[in-house]
């Protein structure tokens, strides 16, 4: 029978996560370590002796010590000095959208909350300041939006960034702990995700041309492939491999960052062959360039005004929300029938629980197939 081995010493001193320092001794040598982390990497110091009640001292030393300098990291670090830094070293690596977002909270929590304000201050009772503040004032955005009322949902994507500021300083050694932990914003009692129709996507489809020839194009490939419309109109013709008939969708183009391949439909391959055709293009162009530069993708604000005109000239009711990603609900809700796993690998989804919750819808036609369907237990 294989014999157990014993455990061998060791000492704990400081607190997890803060300045926790451990002493061991070595199992073979008995020789005694210090192990303390630094940056959240693990380092190990040889005391170069066995005495244990020595290295016990020498534990809570350096955890004295480095829970005097964590304090007076925290009671330095100021609420402007630590939204500065994470702009300047996260928000970089983040796409162009959530960039400008970064940017555009950041300034407003600044002008709400105090750059002065020391983060070790922070309480829930200034997030609750800066949720009321944000009501407020609205949507800030430019143009016709501006000053309209926002939802919960939009709030509590604002606190998501804040809440990441600190995690962030957290582990960069900034801050012991998040002051946000357990905070909450007050959630979207109902939410609208209206889905686009076959029929109305037919009546689009027919006008479309008469809006714009990429807008037609564009509406096939994002009806097939199912995918947002911001990696659609990122695509180049280099990522259609012809020959395969698939589509490699770049991780940088992706809200997630998922690099993935999906097969093309035959309607999308049809009609991005004819588009090639028509263009002569070839090598590394964009599929969907904006019609002013064309070495720059089309505009997410020209998308959208082609789809406003698109339902105008298909005499489509206007509904609010309802854009190019109604046709990644219709994608959604039309594959019910696909596995899970291979849903999400179709679609560009990570978790098959967001497919479930936001895209697909019951309907009365699949309801009425499972139960034609039912099987009969001892039948």
């Known amino acids: ?119 070790s201050q922070f309480t829930h009772r200034d997030a609750a300041r800066f949720v009321a503040e944000r009501k407020r004032r609205g949507d800030q955005r430019v143009g016709k939006a501006r000053g309209r009322p926002i939802r919960n949902r939009l709030i509590g994507y604002d606190i998501m960034f804040l809440k990441a ?35 109305e996507f037919e009546s689009l489809l027919e006008t479309s041309e008469s809006i714009a020839p990429l807008f037609r194009l564009c509406l096939i490939v994002t009806n097939e492939t199912g995918h947002r419309i911001g990696a659609v109109r990122l695509l180049k013709w280099s990522d259609i491999d012809f020959e395969k008939t698939e589509i490699l969708w770049r991780g940088e183009n992706d809200k997630r960052k998922f690099e993935h391949v999906t097969p093309l439909t035959p309607a999308a391959e049809q009609a991005l062959r004819d588009a090639r055709r028509a263009r002569a293009a070839i090598g590394d162009g964009l599929i969907f360039p904006s019609p002013i530069l064309p070495d720059e993708p089309v505009s997410r604000h020209l998308l959208r005004d082609w789809w406003q005109r698109g339902e105008v000239a298909a005499g489509l009711p206007r509904q609010h929300l309802r854009g190019w990603h109604s046709l990644r609900r219709k994608f959604a809700t039309e594959m019910k029938h696909a596995p899970l796993k291979d849903l999400c690998a179709l679609g560009g989804w ?12 019951a309907d009365p036609v699949t309801m009425r197939t499972a139960l034609a369907n039912r099987m009969r237990l001892g039948a």
């Open 1 to 119: 029978m294989k014999r157990k081995r014993a455990a061998s010493w060791s000492y704990v001193a400081g607190e997890k996560g803060r300045n926790r320092v451990r002493a061991y001794e070595h199992p073979a040598t008995k020789k005694i370590f210090l192990e303390v982390k630094d940056h959240g990497l693990r380092k190990r110091v040889a005391l170069g002796h066995r005495d244990r009640e020595a290295a016990k001292r020498k534990a809570d030393e350096v955890a004295a010590s480095l829970g005097a300098t964590q304090s007076m990291m925290e009671a330095d670090i100021t609420f402007g000095a630590l939204i500065d830094n994470y702009l300047r070293e996260v928000t970089p690596t983040k796409g162009e959208h959530k960039q400008k977002h970064d940017h555009r909270i950041a300034k407003m929590m600044v002008e709400v909350l105090g750059s002065a304000k020391r983060v």
């Open 165 to 199: 500021v600190f995690n962030w300083g957290v582990n960069a050694g900034l801050l012991h702990n998040n002051p946000l932990r357990g905070f909450r914003t007050a959630r979207e009692e109902s939410t609208t995700r209206p889905i686009l129709t076959a029929a």
């Open 350 to 361: 990570k978790d098959h629980q967001t497919i479930l919750m936001c895209y697909q819808r």
